[in-house]
């Protein structure tokens, strides 16, 4: 199923030729990728969310695959396609929280993702606003968006009383 999702992202930036601009989102791809790299660092004892793999042999592995596919395809399309008009803007973005929520919800009830810690899917769901919305400031206003991004992380640290001193 995650592999299924990452070879689906990567045959749409295929097929859309959102490949062709990579250059100009590269800077954003590796930002979302090195986020992810930082939960998995500060988290690696205390996962708040978990993946079972289909075909992976673990969590790493499975997380290490969407941190270098899923997340940079899922980077390039949404900046490659930002609409220009403010009301598609709201849409837009919409749109790719509510699609990325119900895959996460698929993964879910077929055992691929699990919450640990007081996490659910209604903190994916606001995670994911926090998310594209960073996406979007990063390539617009890089130190706001490293800005917001400790922020979100920070609050998540401390909310869900993650250990970072071990």
Known sequence: MILLTNAAFMLTVIITKAYKKWHVYYATMLFVSFCNLIYNFLCHDYLIWAFRPDLLLNHRMTDLVNTFVLLPATTLL???????????????????????????YIWYVSGRITYQHGWTIVWSIGFYFAMFLTIRLHQTKRITALVVSFACALFLILFFKVSISQ
């Open 78 to 104: 949404y900046l490659r396609f930002y609409p220009e008009q403010t009301v598609k803007k709201y849409v837009y973005y919409v749109s790719w929280i509510s699609g990325f929520s119900i895959i996460e």
